[in-house]
């Protein structure tokens, strides 16, 4: 029993120890998960919070992202759109948080893909917004690119990702 | 002459002895232990293991499968149902986006290699008519001009063709067959 104990401690200890490494000395691969996770969270927002409120947190979206950002949509049924610079982009962000009264954005799935250099990485994900109150979800699949900026991972490009590779204008589709 | 009604027997004593035994046991704070460890194990092994690799359950949100499945409904993705098959024509599956966290739920029309196209809503493979006798109504939409698929591309469709995306998606996107 005693013997028994002892086993238990020592596992528990070296669980601990690799915890504590793990935390102390994240993965590239969990820096840039963290990242787009204060990013979700920043873009969210709850209903009631005011117009200083939301300034501050659409600089602090800012500074996830490069001077330089590129974000192109292509959605189903939509016309492509280009958008170039990060004030565009944050004004964007501003103008869709007036039309609504509250947001919550998530990034359930990441794929991280870091390049051999550790300077650049590309991540796949899927964007969830959910707007508090209503039922239905809106999710989106995307590529980010993001590169190491003075020791921070910014994103530079944004490009949306067609689950179901479908072309309208190529296959004439119409709906009666 | 004073009678008096028979006292309520005790809860204990309203079961025979044997099935209190096969309840709650002997010893009633020991199996109480035991379940509760029961329990723990259960929602361990059902979530991270049943619920994550095995089946997964889903929510259904929208119209695009309707009436075959409807919305706010609960069903099941099999992961290993492609295991040592491959998806057939018919199959309902869920298709992952960035992963297996938001899916897509689907029909299979088309299979690798074939040419697939919609006349007023008819399914046209190879230039030959396919039945769909899983649709419950016909629908004149949608119309697609003839699309020819990789090798390693399935076409998919929503059983709401009047209010389904569609398209094409490579097998690494299925993640299983829906079941339940």
């Known amino acids: ?176 | 002459m004073n009678t008096m009604e028979p006292a309520a027997p005790a809860p204990a004593a309203r079961f025979p002895g044997w099935l209190r035994i096969a309840v709650i046991g002997r010893n009633p704070k020991r199996t109480a232990i035991r379940a509760l460890v029961l329990a723990v194990f259960c929602f361990v092994f059902f979530k991270f293991f049943i619920f994550k690799f095995i089946v997964l359950p889903v929510r259904i949100e929208g119209y695009s499968m309707f009436p075959t499945y409807h919305d706010w409904g609960i069903n099941f993705v099999y992961r290993l149902s492609y295991r040592h098959s491959q998806p057939q024509r018919g199959d309902v599956v869920g298709i992952r986006m960035a992963g297996p966290s938001v899916m897509l739920m689907k029909r299979i029309v088309g299979m690798p290699g074939e040419t697939v196209a919609f006349e007023h809503g008819r399914l046209i493979v190879n230039g030959e008519e396919m039945p769909e006798p899983y649709l419950k109504h016909h629908s004149p939409a949608p119309f697609m001009r003839p699309v020819k698929l990789g090798p390693d591309e399935y076409y998919v469709i929503g059983d709401n063709r009047m209010n389904s995306d569609q398209g094409r998606i490579d097998r690494d996107r299925i993640v299983g067959r829906v079941v339940l």
Request: proline share 3%; hydrophobic share 45%.
């Open chain 1, 1 to 176: 029993m005693k013997r028994a104990i002892q086993i238990v401690v020592a596992l528990a200890l070296v669980g601990l120890a690799v915890w504590g490494w793990t935390a102390l000395h994240p993965s590239t691969e969990t820096i840039i998960r963290s990242r787009l996770n204060d990013l979700a969270k920043t873009l969210s927002f709850k209903s009631g919070s005011g117009a200083l409120a939301q300034a501050y947190n659409a600089q602090k979206a800012a500074e996830f992202f490069t001077q330089d950002v590129e974000v192109d949509v292509n959605l189903t049924g939509f016309e492509p759109i280009s958008i170039q610079g990060r004030d565009e982009v944050m004004g964007i962000a501003m103008k869709s948080r007036s039309h609504l009264t509250s947001l919550k954005v998530e990034f359930p799935d990441m794929n991280v893909t870091v390049d051999p250099g550790g300077q650049s990485a590309k991540v796949n994900l899927t964007g969830k917004a959910i707007v508090p109150g209503e039922r239905d979800i809106s999710a989106q699949e995307f590529n980010f690119k993001l590169k190491k900026v003075d020791g921070k991972w910014l994103i530079y490009q944004i490009e949306t990702v067609r689950t179901l590779s479908f072309l309208a204008a190529d296959a004439g589709i119409c709906r009666i």
